[in-house]
């Protein structure tokens, strides 16, 4: 293959100290769409460029591993769908998706409507009371709930508690890697349990017990199973909460976009999951947040082969960073890029947009399996408590992000919920027109 040139980039290297967000971003506005850096030691491309990214995610995707920052998501995940390549990364592709075809996702219906009517009623006691709400913990536990249950089934009841740990600690570090680790022996224990009693659910641990595959050790069976568990869990659970977290924040910020909201929800009746397509508006704000804050804020990658990007090089071993914050906030592909606008997302407004113009959930063959589940979750959360409530905050201190594994703020958003007043019947004094 004929090399061509590389990017330029900064001659220093990535110090370990500096925040990657910000010294990224520093690094985009000197060397424009993709540099080159050495960071912790590797030669790293990154790329805010949706042609790059596109190419990287899609076009020749079997060229790209994942990078070696998978390597923190593998202490806390074993070698579930999330971390694997290749062939056992394909068969555990097939064996979990039918847990997330479209009538598994209308089955979950029930079960995210019913948590979040639970969230509802303790925020409206706490509207009564003129008593502040803890908006991240708590859309925190509301999530770990939903895909507890959906995951577990009726097996919720019994061990959820043990996960607390998710919601309750905010540090993802190496001892918290340690103890959800600890938890695949819970896991293992309803698997044992279920087999003994020949149990089966609609669950998605039920599809996965029956779908895995025969061959193998059990043991060899079982540890991959937990290790899939475990990371549907987490990335179910991380993803929803940090997006609903920064939406309650947006919206409580932009007081016309929360009156639009409400005009939507006010003017539309929700019976069931064939109904959600009435709500555009309400998709548009969890769209535009997920613009603004991708839970999944850099993904990485490492180049197999020698390959291109554009003019430039691209040598066998070096590590991609494929930045969906810095692409999602590119002031080439977006008007006033760093404001919070829904309508972005209208219909016509969206359709001439390169796909790759957001990329929340990956893109290309390793996107999301989650994400229809996690975007219907997201707007039924919507629909519940923002028809009845909003949330007011008055921001203590400017936002400080925390690009981790996930972008969250440094900080909880700690917010005062108000009941919203029934809108009054038009009555009409005048004759009735035919």
């Known amino acids: 293959m004929e090399r061509g040139h590389i990017p330029p980039g900064p001659a220093e290297a990535y110090k370990g100290s500096d925040d990657l967000l910000d010294w990224m971003n520093h690094q985009f506005g000197v060397f424009g769409d993709i540099f080159r850096a050495s960071i912790d030691e590797i030669s790293v491309y990154a790329i805010r460029d949706v042609e790059s ?9 079997q060229n790209y591993v994942k990078g070696l920052m998978i390597g923190r998501v593998a202490l806390l995940l074993g070698d579930g769908l999330m971390v694997s390549e290749g062939e056992v990364w394909k068969r555990q592709r097939r064996m979990t998706q039918p847990a997330f075809n479209r009538e598994s996702i209308r089955a979950a219906t029930k079960v995210i409507t019913t948590v979040n009517s639970e969230l509802l009623t303790k925020w409206e006691l706490a509207a009564l009371r003129n008593e502040s709400v803890n908006v991240t913990r708590d859309v925190s536990g509301m999530a770990l709930e939903v895909v ?8 919720y009841e019994q061990i959820g508690f043990h996960f607390d740990l998710l919601t309750e600690q905010t540090e993802r570090n190496v001892a918290f890697a340690r103890l959800f680790r600890a938890l695949g022996k819970v896991i293992l224990q309803v698997i044992e ?3 003994k009693d020949h149990a089966t659910s609609a669950d998605v641990l039920s599809v996965l017990m029956q779908a895995h595959d025969p061959q193998g050790p059990q043991l060899a069976q079982d540890r991959q199973l937990v290790d899939e568990i475990l990371t549907l869990i987490v990335a179910g659970h991380e993803t929803t909460a940090s997006t609903l977290n920064w939406c309650w924040y947006l919206i409580s910020q932009h007081s016309e976009i929360e009156q639009r909201l409400s005009d939507e929800l006010d ?11 009435r709500f555009p508006y309400t998709r548009q704000v969890i769209d535009e947040t997920m613009r603004l804050y991708p839970a999944g804020w850099l993904l990485t990658r490492k180049a197999l082969r020698d390959d291109h990007l554009g003019t430039y090089f691209v040598p066998a071993g070096t590590e991609i960073y494929v930045a969906p914050y810095f692409i999602q906030r590119n002031p080439n592909i977006w008007e006033e890029a760093d404001r919070f606008n829904p309508d972005r997302f209208g219909p016509d407004k969206s359709k001439h947009r390169h796909r790759l113009a957001t990329i929340p959930f990956s893109a290309g063959p390793r996107n999301c399996i989650g994400e229809h589940f996690a975007r219907m979750e997201m707007q039924l959360h919507l629909l519940t408590i923002a028809k009845r409530l909003r949330l007011r905050y008055v921001a203590p201190r400017p936002i400080q992000l925390d690009a981790g594994v996930n972008l969250r ?14 809108r009054r019947a038009l009555i009409s004094t005048g ?3 035919a």
């Open 409 to 422: 703020c440094q900080f909880d958003f700690i917010m005062y919920p108000e009941i919203k007043r029934p």
């Open 267 to 277: 003017v539309t009746a929700f019976s069931d999951f064939d109904d959600l397509p």
């Open 53 to 61: 990214a596109y190419h990287v995610l899609v076009e020749n995707w």
């Open 193 to 195: 349990r279920r087999r």
């Open 148 to 155: 507890l249950r959906f995951i577990l089934g009726d097996d």
């Open 431 to 433: 004759s009735v027109q």
